[in-house]
């Protein structure tokens, strides 16, 4: 991957995935393979430099990705609490944020993304439809973005919200709120059941078994999974039948919209907003951090 810095590529896309995999087997509750992976990818001395954060309520998930060899790095979703941790660990690391990665369209991200990007200068992505003015780029599907020598792939994966992405890194799969470890989050005033069901079947179910999903909430203590456990798992997700039971699903959990406006009210661009308010601010539902 030794494609210049900061230039986008626009290829045409093809599945399957092709790339390095993982063959070990997730445990119960996948905590085996996350400590293994945390340590293998965190360790900046020639392998991915990687860190999970998770806030201690809510459950939401924040991932840095940073290329040992040149040292720039790409954020996704950050929280709030989680910028101070960030930028510690940036310095610490001697790391060069480029990007803030948006999957999904939310106040309380842009909120951390506009600290982050004032103190280092980096641009904030988001997919194409975002009009928010703070988007500094915005990709469309397969488009691949640069970090040093390292890359991620733009998925348009739409659904639970029109402008959600998935960002495909080797073999990983960060699916933000569209595709949890224990299957797919809930629906909201946002989305779309139908398209919601074609990007995960059509889409990201369509990746080898092998591949990991780092979703960006937990999910009844999960925090990582990989395709194949959610094909034995999901019976939704297996056949016709299963389909009709995920869109009545959908149809029973969807908000009513003027609770989501409410919501949407809260006043998220304080920086400083309290842990314990952190999950008011989800796409359209205030979901807790076990589903």
């Known amino acids: 991957m030794n494609s210049p810095t900061n230039k986008i590529q626009r290829p045409v896309y093809h599945y399957p995935f092709k790339g390095r995999q993982d063959n070990r087997l997730l445990s119960n509750n996948g905590t085996e393979i996350a400590n293994t992976l945390m340590s293998k990818y965190s360790t900046g001395t020639g392998d991915m430099i990687f860190r999970q954060l998770c806030t201690p309520k809510g459950g939401h998930l924040s991932y840095l990705l940073g290329d040992p060899v040149t040292r720039e790095t790409v954020i996704i979703d950050p929280m709030p609490t989680h910028v101070d941790t960030l930028e510690a660990f940036m310095i610490e690391r001697g790391l060069d944020l480029r990007y803030i990665l948006q999957t999904h369209h939310e106040p309380v991200h842009i909120a951390a993304a506009t600290v982050l990007k004032e103190h280092s200068g980096a641009r904030i ?3 194409e439809s975002v009009t928010d003015e703070h988007i500094d780029l915005r990709m469309r599907h397969g488009d691949v973005l640069y ?7 733009v998925l348009h994966t739409p659904g639970l919200s029109p402008c959600a992405v998935t960002y495909w890194w080797e073999d990983r799969l960060f699916t933000g709120m569209t595709l949890l470890a224990t299957g797919a ?3 909201t005033s946002q989305s779309d059941p139908q398209t919601l069901y074609h990007s995960i079947t059509q889409s990201l179910l ?3 078994g092998e591949t990991l999903i780092y979703p960006g909430l937990e999910s009844k ?6 395709i194949e456990e959610l094909r034995r798992k999901d019976n939704w997700f297996n056949n016709q039948r299963g389909k009709g039971a995920f869109l009545r699903s959908c149809a029973l959990l969807l908000p009513e919209k003027s609770s989501v406006e409410v919501t949407r009210k809260s006043d998220v661009n304080k920086i400083g907003a309290q842990e314990e308010d952190v999950h008011h601010y989800m796409p359209g539902r205030n979901i807790p951090a076990s589903l």
């Open 125 to 127: 992505v988001a997919h």
């Open 147 to 153: 970090f040093g020598e390292e890359s991620l792939r």
């Open 185 to 187: 989050a809930p629906c």
């Open 206 to 208: 369509s990746f080898p």
């Open 221 to 226: 203590g999960r925090r990582l999974t990989s």
